[in-house]
């Protein structure tokens, strides 16, 4: 059939459009007659009209579309004669939501924002240059301010807990050369609470630039411009470093203990400042450095298991993607690269994706897709990527200076800190 609308053309196509989205989105399996001049514009045009036809309130949606698991991004005509597929079979044309924020917020803080963590869907935990990390509810609504560094706050992390408790347990790591503790209570506030640290650990001869916690939540690990990778308890119970219980003033005038507690051991490998860490399986920890190299350790040994020499000083490392086993990193340069760590032999990228026009400060991968990607950049900019496109599927704009840090929150959110001082909350993004 022919789709009503459409301007004629010297040459058609048949078409059929599928897609993994649930109703209302499902097109009818029919085989339609397109010219082969069309865009991807036009084609989002055509999909909205049938969807329209079978919902009587049926609101535009934009989408996207793929053929053979590439992005179209050209004219239909274009795209087919580049990939050598015949016009004279029926293509199928994927389509997905269009993947870019709905809406966008902003959270002041009072100095650069160096680090955000958006793993836990209740709130977002940022550090800054203030010396301060903050929680945050949503957008302009900060709960709990945590009080205590004598430095700027470089790395969050958000302790994952087997149990649950009526407190949320946060990380944070500073140019002091500390690491801090704190215990979120989860109760509603009606103003920001100031907190201080129940545990302050203490191993580093530098600024600490990175931090991680294991999957369950008992340990983390942190990295420092002293090229050391410690290994510290994160509940204490059972600490097999030293345990050392100093006390604090509290306002009212009674005291309450504060325990300062050394690594439990180190990996000793990187020869400069271990930029960025990731700890995604229980006996193994990946790490990135100005050292141009990305390693594997097992923490049980200690010993490198991967060394890959990237070229490069890494910023940001994160593990995710197919079968989240994939190596995604940045650094002194515009290209994000992956890595399939699995594949033998040389360690050569499968992916680089030149967009930016800066080094790489930040890239995280969607947890719950194997296709998407954040990024941020010095360039000021944050890019939302998809391995099955070249290029960029949205660019955000919403700094004005240079990006430090990034990640996804809530699944449908994509949050980012900078010298500007700024949170930014660009939500409403629909990754299927």
């Not at 997905?96 to 924020?101: E, N, Y």
Request: charged letters at 25%; one cysteine or more.
């Amino acid at each position: 059939m022919d789709i009503d609308g459409v301007e004629e053309s010297s040459r058609q196509v048949q078409v059929r459009f599928v897609t993994k989205l649930k109703p209302p989105y499902k097109a009818p399996p029919t085989t339609l007659a397109i010219p082969t001049n069309i865009t991807r514009l036009r084609l989002s045009d055509i999909v909205n009209n049938i969807l329209e036809a079978g919902f009587d309130d049926w609101q535009y949606q934009p989408f996207d579309f793929l053929i053979d698991g590439k992005f179209l991004r050209i004219s239909l005509e274009d795209f087919l004669v580049a990939k050598g597929i015949s016009a004279e079979r029926v293509i199928e044309i994927e389509y997905v939501k269009v993947v870019a924020p709905r809406r966008e917020d902003i959270s002041l803080h009072d100095d650069w924002v160096s680090a955000a963590d958006g793993s836990h869907d209740g709130y977002i935990l940022t550090g800054c240059y203030d010396g301060l990390g903050r929680i945050w509810k949503d957008a302009g609504i900060c709960t709990h301010v945590l009080e205590g560094h004598t430095g700027p706050v470089t790395s969050v992390c958000v302790i994952k807990l087997k149990v649950e408790n009526a407190f949320n347990l946060v990380a944070t790591a500073s140019k002091d050369r500390s690491l801090r503790l704190w215990k979120i209570d989860a109760g509603e506030l009606a103003q920001p609470k100031k907190t201080r640290a129940f545990k302050i650990l203490k191993g580093h001869n530098a600024a600490v630039q990175s931090i991680a916690s294991q999957p369950s939540g008992e340990m983390l690990c942190s990295g420092s411009w002293d090229s050391a990778i410690n290994l510290w308890r994160a509940n204490g119970s059972d600490a097999g470093g030293d345990i050392v219980s100093v006390k604090r003033k509290k306002s009212r005038g009674d005291e309450e203990p504060q325990s300062e507690e050394e690594a439990v051991s180190t990996l000793v490998g990187h020869t400069q400042c271990v930029s960025s860490l990731v700890w995604p399986q229980h006996e193994t920890i990946y790490s990135a450095s100005w050292d141009h190299s990305i390693r594997r350790w097992d923490v049980e040994t200690g010993k490198d298991s991967l060394n890959m020499f990237c070229g490069k000083a890494i910023n940001c490392l994160d593990i995710g993607g197919e079968s989240s086993a994939l190596i995604a990193a940045g650094g002194s340069d515009p290209i994000i690269r992956i890595w399939d760590p699995r594949k033998p032999g040389k360690y050569d990228p499968i992916f680089q994706f030149s967009g930016h026009n800066s080094w790489i400060s930040s890239c995280k991968w969607h947890n719950k897709s194997w296709f998407h990607l954040v990024s941020a950049s010095y360039d000021g900019k944050v890019m939302i990527w998809d391995l099955r496109a070249a290029f960029p599927l949205h660019v955000i704009e919403s700094h004005k200076n240079k990006v430090l840090c990034a990640d996804w929150w809530k699944d449908d959110s994509v949050i980012s800190g900078g010298v500007d001082s700024k949170l930014c909350i660009s939500s409403g993004i629909s990754v299927e």
